[in-house]
């Protein structure tokens, strides 16, 4: 792939952004899947259908902040070779990316399967 010689769309500055949207996930995942264990905790679920749950729940919320972070970096127009970048280098970078959790529908379904998982913690 090639760069264009501006600032903004050179591997440096992906590797900034990927470096930045690391060290954001913990703290995220922490801040979207609190809600979740506190309500499932409220029915004196199972723990690991809690945590499990939770996670789930909040994944779809981190990776939008994420991606609103790349867009605000590079540009809605660029983006797509930032997470081509990621695509070409699948065991360093882009360990973990997959292009289909940047959809719409991914998200919605993380947030159905959490639902899934709360209600199966009943049962």
């Given amino acids: 792939m090639e760069f264009m010689a501006t600032d903004e769309l050179t591997e440096s500055n992906f590797k900034r952004i990927n470096l930045i949207n690391w060290l954001l996930t913990l703290p995220l995942l922490l801040l979207f899947s609190w809600p979740y264990m ?12 809690i945590v499990t749950g939770a996670l789930i729940f909040a994944f ?6 994420l991606h609103g972070h790349v867009t605000m970096a590079i540009g809605a127009l660029h983006r797509h070779l ?4 990621l695509e070409e280098h ?16 991914f998200r919605l379904l993380c947030i159905a399967a959490s639902c899934m998982f709360l209600f199966l913690g009943f049962i």
Avoid: H, Q
């Fill in 82 to 85: 930032y997470y081509e970048w």
């Fill in 60 to 65: 779809p919320f981190l990776i939008t902040i």
């Fill in 38 to 49: 506190e309500f499932a905790k409220l029915f004196s679920l199972d723990r690991m259908i």
């Fill in 90 to 105: 699948p065991l360093t970078w882009g360990l973990f990316f997959n292009s289909i959790m940047i959809r719409t529908r």
